[in-house]
Structure formats: C-alpha cells, structure tokens
C-alpha cells in the first residue's frame, strides 16, 4: 500500500426530503448566490423551493454555467459575487455547476488575473497563492462527477480542460436527494453511471500495491453500479436504484477509492480531448476510451484485469487471455446495456481525425500519462485507433 | 437505504514516516499535553521522537491512561489542561487513549460537573452544553477501534461504560504508521481484528434496506480482515498485512459503513458488561459475543446471513440452513485461528454467573438492544447461555 493523505470535510445530507439542511449550514446573515446551469432546476421549481428555505437572507441568481463549464461565463459570476458583496455560494445542479461553483469561489478573492488560477494541473492550488475562498453548498441534482464531494474542479478554456485543485474547494455541505435527479433525461444518468464506473476504474485497475481494502470497496462500487445500472436508467423514480446510484458517483471520487493505490486518468484525459473537439459527452467519450485503454494496455494491467474478471465479472474459469478478454468485452457491453455507444466511428469520427486529436493532446502536455506515466502519444494513437 | 448525514473532517496520514506531520498540523505556538497510556510508547522511545518534531513548543505529559479509560483518571488530565493552559492534546496511543483524549478535550471548557457529559447516551452532546473543546490530533499505536477517525469515545466509570459523542471530538488529523503497530503484543492484535470484524458487523449483519453500495463496503472490509488476520497476527512484521488492517479498523467505524443502513450494537453492549464485571479484553468480549448473537438472531437476521454466508464466506451449494450455520460456524473458527476464545466457559464463567450480567444490562437500561430494539433482558439471558 502506497503512503497517502485522506482529508474530507464536507458535510453529506443524503435522502429525502433534506433540502431544510440549507437553513441549518448557511449562515442566517449570509448573502447568497444561487448558481444553476441551463435552466431545469428553474424550470422544475426547485429554485424557488430553495429560495423559500433561504427565508430573509439576501439572495442572487446566477444561471447558465454550460455543461464542461467555461472560464468566461464563470468570470461573470466572479464579477456578481464581488459586486454584490456575496458571501455564500449555492451550487443547484451536476458535476458542471459544481465544478463552476468552485472556481467562482476560488477566483473571487483572488487578487492577479484569475486565468492562472487554471495552470496549476494537479496539483493543489497553494494556500499562500489563494488563502480565502467563498464558503458554498451544493444541491445535486445529476449523480456523475463526485463533485459534490472533493475538491477539484474541471474548467474549460479555449480548447482546453483545466483540472483546479484547492483544499478550499471542498463543499461546505451537498444535499443528495435522489429525488431530486429523477427527471433526469435517460442519456445523462446513463452517461452518470458511466461516469463514476470509469472513475473508479482509474484508480483500481492500475497494478497491485496490497490495497487490499481499497481493491474490495473499487469491486463494490463497480458491482453496484452493474447491479443497478440497468434499472436506473429504465425506471427513473426506482428509489433504490437512484439512492445506490447516487452514493456510489460521490464515494467513486472522493479519495477513499484512490487512497494509497496509483491511479491511471488516461481514459479522462483521452476523453477531455474528445469532448473539447466534437462535443461528445464526457461520459460518451469514456465508454469510448476506456475499453480502448484496457485492450491496449493488456500487459501493464494484467494482474488486475484478472483480478477485474475474477471479483467483479466472476469469471472462474477459463484462461487467462479469454478471462482478460471477456472481462473488457463485459465492460463495452454494460456502457452499451446503458444505450451508450462505445466507438468513435459510431460519432461519425474516422481514423483521419486521430492526428487531429494528437495534436489535442501533445498541445496539452498529455505525452506521459497513466499510472507509470509511460503513455506516449504514440500509445494514444494505438488507443485511438482500437477505439474507432 | 435510509436517510443519513455523514460528516468527517478529521485528516488522515497513512503510511510510513508520517511523524512529521505533526509539526505542520499543530500550530508552532501552541502549548501541547502528550497524553499516554502504560508506558509502552514511553519505553519504545516514540514519545521521544514526538517531542524531537514538537521542536520549541511548550509541552506536557500525562501518562497512565489505562485500557478501558476511567473518569476517575481523566480529570486529572483535565484539571493539567486548565492549569498549564495547554491548547492542543496529542494522543499517542490506541483506542482507550484516544477516546480518553477525546473527554478531555470536551471536559476542559466545560463549566458544570463534567460526569454530566457521560449521560449523553447515543446522542450527541449538543454543541450549546460543550460549543468548545481542545483540538487534538492522534498517533495510532494499536488498530482497533477506529476511534482515530470518528467523534465518539467510551469512558468508564464505576462499574458502567458510557458512550460519549460529540461533534468537536473529531481528532484534527491522526498519524497511521502500520511500522509503529509492529511491537504489539500478539493479543492485542488479534483483539484488534476482531473489534474491526465486529464493528463492521455490527452495521451490516441487521435486515437488507437495499442500501447495495454500503453492503459490499462492509463485505470488502470482512473479507480484507479475513484474508489478512491470521498473517498480521503471525507476522507483525508483515507490512502489506498491517496497512490493511490498519485502514480496515479506520474505516470500520468512520461512518461509512453505517450510513443509511440499520445497526445492531447488541454485541457490543453486551461485551461491555463482561468487560466491567470480569475484565475480559474488549475484543475477547465481543468474539464470545457476536456468534452467540447471530445463533440467536437467526430469524432477525435471516436474510443477510445468508447474504453473508455467499458473498463474505462464498458459500454457493447448500440449503438456507446450513449455509447460515457454516457462516456462523466460520466465523467462530476465524476468531479462533487469531487465538482467541469464543466461549464463556473458557474464562471460567458459568451459567451461574448470567444472573449478574442480566443485573448490570437492566442497570444499565440496556433492555431494548438491537436494530429492531426487541432485543429483551430474556433474549440477552438466551444470548449468553448460547455463548457458555
């Protein structure tokens, strides 16, 4: 087991009916910010609902912070918490507006030009570059990212995706109502549960260091959410599907998976490039990638892709290649039981686009990934081209 | 699955040479009180190097926190924290130091008679009778109770254990270095498997609420103890078998496990009251407990027995009947293959002795125990004639 730091402060009201938590956790003198992306929570009434529970407290509205959110919508939600003296964000909504949420709070006291704020890569902003941040609370609304749960943010700019980092970037409170994400569209829970299966793929099917335990918790999320992936996406308003759902996008990423093993992000980074290119979803483009990355990087996995067969596929017999085989085959079929596709030329992309997203990629400084950082762009090329 | 909140602050810093953190997790100006308990860190020369990374703070000792911590004891620590005006304990040690800690932290700004925080029961102590407590931070010594990472402590005074929660006993951080649990006696390693076994139990073994997720957490946690108790008994040395149970014994009881989902502490509880009457180890409590418990509970606990005999013990053949004998049966075996007895008798109690344990659970108000809190004073007699 590698050595590692666990830290995780946010508060997690879970279940029905929780939404009074925000009178409890948001000051009573606080000037809030509600932030929101395209409209649904609007649209639904849920606004309002929190609106009503906020009481007297002085309250903005801050809407239309897109999906893969961008650095110049977030900069004027920076401009409104500054003008209006806002003391305490409200994120309503997914990974997106959460995401957003926590580059507005990071930014707005942030005295240089807030674009550095997006050079840090992975590692935490430092606490004397930014000190202060707005406190913020999160209600959720589309169980995905894990978000509500950790303290990183993915920002774009240009054609890029900026991973932020920040120990002041942790939700002060999220509200996770699975209720609440029940009208959903189909597509974007399928795209949830693809979403927290690759996240915890990435931190599991690397190479054995003795996380016993955290191999056994990886194998339970991905069983759950094989268990109840299926249904959730079927039937919207089974509770127990959703709640399973739910709970398995946010622990997927807030560091118990990954603690004290290496972690491989490829299948992200692959992915990020996808989506800034040909505006393919982020989980489409990891039901497209991850099989790819599995195939093509049979040999440095091996180990835990039987280990992947054995636990969660449980396949007992057989050989090893036909295990590591039916394993990954297993996989693309579960993204596809979901209605999602697993080929790029299943978006109309070819094989002439490749370079194109090599170039992505090197532009990016993406030439040394995984989990022995020995993922060339020729490797990606290879993944690439299994993908088509 | 149930409604929960979950919330854990405390930082966690695993692995080895972690010792160093104190430094940066502890203020530089802060006058620090080392509490500890019979010496064994003292002699091992640990306090030593605690004080060498301390540097120039003020400090203080106070040693003798004995197994099972005392009231009678810990107000002494209290009365030296108000008079050398100490602002942040170190404990150095396991779970009888730490939750010792953790009334002393509370105790210290509390202006009444601080026995009144023992009456607390299961309910936190709200934050307007203790809004105040003494930061504190743990080194772990021995992996056992998980009273590293969460907010309760068990303190006892004359002949009763009571249990006392409270929001501000979060340890700011604690250290887990596996190497520095290399020295324990081979009893209390085994005692630790079994109370992180039992705990884990104790928040799975109830009725299925399709809380899906946080079942195949706990069966990642029995199957790690299972995989790696025998081994970090017989090889202390043995750090891949260590870290495990280290982080298995952390996660046991940090919420995770039990959040949304029924609990059943009856083992526990019942332990307790041989530990006070006979001074039986903790750990040896519950392993003469939890099988008696689970003979006894066979039709409460149906369903997931049978869960727990297939996913926890892989029994695939057999009717419904044995398959929950053999689990059963298994897990008197495993506590057994640690070294550690799972009947009474082999303590030299007999049935003549049952009368009195019944006394202390009805002075105790332990008459309605168990998840379903129908587990009467006449079904504890039956649990403890099924455990002679």
């Known amino acids: 087991m590698l050595n590692f730091d666990f830290y ?43 609106k009503a529970v906020l009481g007297k407290r002085k309250i903005s509205e801050f809407g239309g912070i897109e999906p893969n959110p961008r650095y110049e919508t977030l900069i004027k939600a920076v401009e409104t918490v500054q003008k209006e003296k806002i003391d305490f964000l409200l994120a309503v909504g997914g990974g997106s507006v959460i995401d957003g949420t926590k580059f507005v709070a990071l930014a ?18 430092p606490l004397d570059v930014v000190g202060k ?15 509500e749960m950790n303290s990183g943010a993915v920002i774009s700019y240009e054609h890029g995706k900026f991973i932020v980092i920040s120990q002041l970037a942790f939700p002060r409170f999220s509200i996770l109502d699975p209720t609440l994400t029940f009208t959903l569209p189909r597509n974007q829970v399928a795209n949830g549960v693809i979403d927290a299966f690759v996240h915890t793929m990435e931190q599991y099917l690397t190479y054995p260091v003795g ?13 759950t959410l094989i268990e109840i992936g299926f249904t959730t996406v079927a039937e919207p308003e089974n509770y127990e599907a959703r709640a399973n759902l739910v709970w398995c996008a946010t622990l997927a990423l807030n560091g118990i998976v990954g603690a004290g093993v290496p972690q ?30 599995l195939e093509i990087r049979r040999e440095q996995k091996r180990a835990k892709l039987l280990q992947y067969a054995e636990r969660v596929w449980h ?43 090599i170039e992505q990629l090197k532009a990016h400084g993406m030439t040394a990934l995984s989990e022995t950082q020995d993922l060339t762009l020729d490797i990606s090329r290879k993944i690439l081209e299994r993908a088509l």
């Open 315 to 357: 396949m007992g017999d057989g050989g090893e290649e036909e295990k590591i085989d039916s394993a990954i085959e297993k996989t693309r079929e579960f993204f596809e039981s979901l209605g999602v596709k697993t080929h790029l030329s299943q978006y109309g992309i070819g094989a002439d686009k490749i370079p194109v997203i």
């Open 211 to 223: 996380g016993r335990l955290q191999d056994h918790i990886a194998e339970g999320i991905l069983q």
């Open 133 to 147: 941040a707005v406190p913020f609370g999160t209600i959720l609304t589309l169980p995905a990212t894990g978000s």
């Open 108 to 125: 707005s006291y942030y005295k240089g030009n807030s674009r550095d704020l997006l050079n840090y890569a992975f590692k935490p902003i």
């Open 264 to 293: 491989d992000w490829a299948t992200h980074f692959i992915g990020h490039e996808l989506t800034s290119l040909f505006g393919i979803d982020h989980g489409q483009t990891l039901a497209i990638v991850l099989p790819a990355v």
């Open 8 to 50: 995780n402060p946010t508060r997690i009201l879970f279940g029905k009916d929780r939404l009074q938590g925000i009178d409890r956790y948001i000051p009573a003198d606080a000037t809030v910010l509600i932030t929101y992306g395209g409209g649904s929570a609007k649209k639904s009434g849920l606004i309002d609902k929190v």
